[in-house]
């Protein structure tokens, strides 16, 4: 484990052509992350994420991605993913493969990741057509009753990365509130990144938390806000207003690759990135 | 009705029931009727959400709602604009996580009623909301499955809502992504998929259920002002009519006013910019 500050850390650990799964359930979204590697230019990931949201629509329509693992493409209450759509039906900026599941399967794979077995099994996808599209999504005959019960191959990203509310001096993480997959896709990865609000010298009494312990952490930053517009529970609120904004950003092409020069690519850092919206919107 | 005074909702704003209501409010409305007490509902984001709220708001206080965030039982002050507002996670009794809400609850069938929408319909309750056009080369790619799949496939039955046109009641689906009666009759039984899948689908027009000896989809009420040559030719393929089609009785001055107040709570809350 080792603290470092992001642009190091996307820099040392995030290479082109990997698979990497930013985690985060409409909470805690790393953000932060996300943009770091729009900056360092990353190509050819294979990006997995339940549902890809903002940071990913952002991944792909600045052609950082060659594949996509997901199972909800959509901005949440809002509408399309523009870049998403963009790519999946007319190859821009490059073609994207995709792999699609369902949220269940999704959780199914993670978990299968995490405990090292190879492949998770559930009762789902009866009766789609999700399998006659996704040759990944197969079945397998209990040997106790003889049910066909559907399997996914397990996910096991080269990085995952994920975003907290705090991490010890020791790099223990632990996060609060809604806690989607991010335990599961951590201990799935082979490399593990955590961006942190904030580092403190105790985590408190954390006895049934999400803790992830410092020796499945590969390397942690302390980005405040790192999640924005995403939210982190307890710190700041999600920013429904950007996501509803988003919409008419990401809907043009040109609109879009101007929003992201400005706001990703000529900003040094998240902290220069809020500062941009806050001169957009001053 | 008439002379009655405005009602102001916790917003200030003039929620009172003496404005016509519009078909997005009467589709809700009904909706939220057919939640009973208790139940243990799984709620999808939009429409689902603000029917399921609004029935825990007037008649039914205990219901216990869950979305797929790993919130239970929770009980938002305002609409989530997503399925992980943090809003959500206050109001639950207990949150868990992704695996947990889809395999120990979902699954083991926990669930009364799975709450789905969708951009296509057939006439036996199969949903689309994948593709329109071919998955390969889409004219149209939509977000995709998410949670439903397995909702229309664990809860003990699920409820479809969605506008009805020849646009979104179709012939034939683009992509199946969760099952209905699949081609009717008793063939989603006999394949194996759980629950006893789509018991009504609540549209802007009325509402239709499964007839019980083939499954389709067959109109049994209409709301007030609506036609059933209306809601036939809304259909994209030859509507069955119920022998007696019911008409829906409209909404309630207190169903309508907090229904307007829910959604006015809403608006300003995901107006609200980004609090510093």
Same mark, same amino acid.
Request: charge should be neutral; glycine fraction near 10%.
């Given at each position: 484990m080792?603290?470092g500050?992001?642009l190091e850390?996307?820099?040392?650990?995030v290479?082109?052509?990997?698979?990497?799964?930013?985690?985060?359930f409409t909470?805690l979204i $790393?953000?932060?992350?996300?943009?770091e590697?729009?900056?360092?230019?990353?190509r050819?990931?294979?990006?997995?994420?339940?549902?890809?949201?903002?940071?990913?629509?952002?991944?792909?329509?600045?052609?950082?991605?060659?594949?996509l693992t997901?199972?909800?493409g959509g901005n $949440?209450?809002?509408?399309?993913?523009?870049?998403?759509?963009d790519?999946?039906?007319?190859?821009?900026?490059?073609?994207?493969?995709?792999?699609?599941?369902?949220?269940?399967g999704?959780?199914?794979a993670y978990?299968a990741?995490?405990?090292?077995?190879?492949?998770?099994?559930l009762?789902?996808?009866?009766?789609?057509?999700?399998?006659?599209?996704?040759?990944?999504?197969?079945?397998v005959?209990? $040997?106790?009753?003889?049910?066909?019960?559907?399997?996914?191959?397990?996910?096991?990203p080269?990085?995952?990365?994920?975003?907290?509310q705090?991490?010890?001096?020791?790099?223990?993480?632990?996060?609060?509130?809604?806690?989607?997959?991010?335990?599961?896709?951590?201990?799935?990865?082979?490399?593990?990144?955590v961006?942190?609000?904030?580092?403190?010298?105790?985590?408190?009494h954390?006895?049934?938390?999400?803790?992830?312990p410092?020796?499945?952490?590969t390397?942690?930053?302390?980005?405040?806000?790192?999640a924005? $517009?995403?939210y982190?529970?307890?710190?700041?609120?999600?920013?429904?207003?950007?996501?509803?904004?988003?919409?008419?950003?990401?809907?043009?092409?040109d609109?879009?690759?101007?929003?992201m020069?400005?706001?990703?690519?000529?900003?040094?850092?998240?902290a220069?990135?809020l500062?941009?919206?806050?001169?957009q919107?001053? | 009705?008439?002379?009655?005074?405005?009602?102001?909702?916790r917003?200030? /704003?003039?929620v009172?029931?003496?404005?016509p209501?519009?078909?997005?409010?009467?589709?809700?409305i009904?909706? /939220?009727?057919? #939640?009973?007490?208790g139940c243990?509902?799984?709620?999808?984001i939009?429409?689902?959400?603000?029917?399921?709220?609004?029935?825990?708001?007037?008649?039914?206080?205990d219901?216990? #709602?869950?979305?797929?965030?790993?919130t239970?039982g929770?009980?938002?002050?305002?609409?989530?604009?997503?399925?992980?507002?943090?809003?959500?996670?206050?109001t639950?009794t207990?949150?868990?996580?992704?695996?947990?809400?889809f395999?120990?609850?979902?699954?083991?069938?926990?669930?009364?009623?799975g709450?789905?929408?969708?951009?296509?319909?057939? &006439?036996?309750?199969?949903?689309?909301?994948?593709?329109?056009?071919?998955?390969?080369?889409?004219?149209t &790619?939509?977000?995709?499955?998410?949670?439903a799949?397995?909702?229309?496939?664990?809860a003990?039955?699920?409820?479809?809502?969605?506008?009805?046109?020849?646009?979104?009641?179709?012939?034939?689906?683009?992509? &199946?992504?969760?099952?209905?009666f699949?081609?009717?009759?008793?063939e989603?039984?006999?394949?194996?998929v759980?629950?006893?899948?789509?018991?009504?689908?609540?549209t802007? #027009?009325?509402v239709?259920?499964?007839?019980?000896?083939?499954?389709?989809?067959?109109?049994? /009420?209409?709301?007030?002002?609506?036609?059933?040559?209306?809601?036939?030719?809304?259909?994209?393929?030859p509507?069955?009519?119920? /022998?007696q089609?019911?008409?829906?009785?409209?909404?309630?001055?207190?169903?309508?006013?907090?229904?307007r107040d829910?959604?006015?709570?809403?608006?300003?809350?995901?107006?609200?910019?980004?609090?510093?």
């Amino acid at each position: 484990m080792q603290f470092g500050n992001l642009l190091e850390i996307i820099d040392a650990f995030v290479r082109d052509g990997q698979s990497i799964a930013l985690e985060g359930f409409t909470h805690l979204i $790393p953000f932060a992350a996300g943009h770091e590697i729009i900056r360092q230019r990353r190509r050819d990931l294979h990006l997995i994420r339940m549902t890809p949201d903002l940071i990913y629509d952002q991944l792909i329509g600045m052609g950082c991605a060659r594949e996509l693992t997901f199972s909800w493409g959509g901005n $949440p209450g809002v509408g399309s993913l523009y870049r998403l759509r963009d790519a999946v039906e007319h190859g821009w900026p490059q073609p994207l493969r995709i792999h699609e599941h369902s949220h269940a399967g999704m959780a199914a794979a993670y978990t299968a990741g995490a405990a090292r077995l190879p492949f998770g099994v559930l009762r789902g996808y009866a009766g789609t057509d999700l399998p006659g599209v996704n040759a990944q999504i197969r079945s397998v005959i209990c $040997p106790y009753s003889g049910e066909r019960l559907a399997t996914v191959p397990a996910l096991n990203p080269d990085v995952t990365i994920l975003h907290a509310q705090t991490a010890d001096r020791n790099g223990n993480v632990r996060i609060d509130g809604i806690v989607g997959a991010q335990k599961e896709a951590a201990l799935a990865a082979r490399q593990l990144i955590v961006t942190v609000e904030r580092i403190v010298d105790d985590l408190g009494h954390a006895m049934n938390a999400v803790v992830l312990p410092h020796w499945v952490v590969t390397a942690i930053a302390r980005v405040p806000r790192g999640a924005y $517009p995403s939210y982190a529970h307890g710190v700041y609120a999600r920013d429904n207003a950007f996501y509803l904004a988003w919409d008419d950003i990401a809907r043009d092409r040109d609109v879009f690759r101007a929003w992201m020069q400005r706001h990703v690519l000529d900003c040094r850092d998240h902290a220069q990135f809020l500062e941009s919206l806050e001169e957009q919107a001053a | 009705m008439t002379g009655a005074p405005a009602v102001t909702g916790r917003t200030g /704003a003039d929620v009172s029931a003496r404005a016509p209501w519009t078909p997005d409010e009467m589709m809700t409305i009904a909706a /939220a009727r057919l #939640l009973r007490p208790g139940c243990v509902c799984f709620v999808g984001i939009g429409v689902p959400s603000a029917a399921a709220n609004l029935a825990r708001l007037t008649h039914a206080p205990d219901i216990v #709602l869950i979305y797929e965030s790993g919130t239970i039982g929770t009980k938002p002050d305002v609409l989530p604009l997503s399925i992980g507002d943090g809003e959500l996670a206050e109001t639950a009794t207990v949150v868990v996580s992704l695996p947990e809400i889809f395999s120990f609850w979902l699954q083991a069938g926990r669930i009364d009623v799975g709450f789905l929408g969708a951009a296509q319909i057939d &006439r036996f309750g199969n949903l689309n909301t994948t593709v329109i056009g071919d998955y390969a080369q889409p004219k149209t &790619r939509m977000p995709g499955a998410g949670g439903a799949p397995e909702i229309a496939c664990h809860a003990r039955r699920t409820f479809v809502v969605l506008k009805q046109s020849r646009r979104s009641f179709v012939e034939k689906l683009d992509f &199946r992504s969760s099952a209905g009666f699949l081609g009717g009759g008793a063939e989603r039984a006999a394949l194996g998929v759980g629950g006893t899948g789509p018991q009504v689908v609540i549209t802007d #027009l009325g509402v239709l259920k499964p007839d019980p000896a083939t499954n389709e989809m067959t109109l049994v /009420a209409r709301y007030d002002g609506i036609t059933v040559e209306q809601v036939v030719a809304a259909t994209g393929w030859p509507l069955r009519v119920a /022998a007696q089609v019911d008409v829906v009785p409209p909404p309630t001055e207190q169903e309508l006013a907090v229904l307007r107040d829910l959604n006015e709570r809403t608006r300003i809350a995901h107006a609200r910019p980004f609090a510093r």
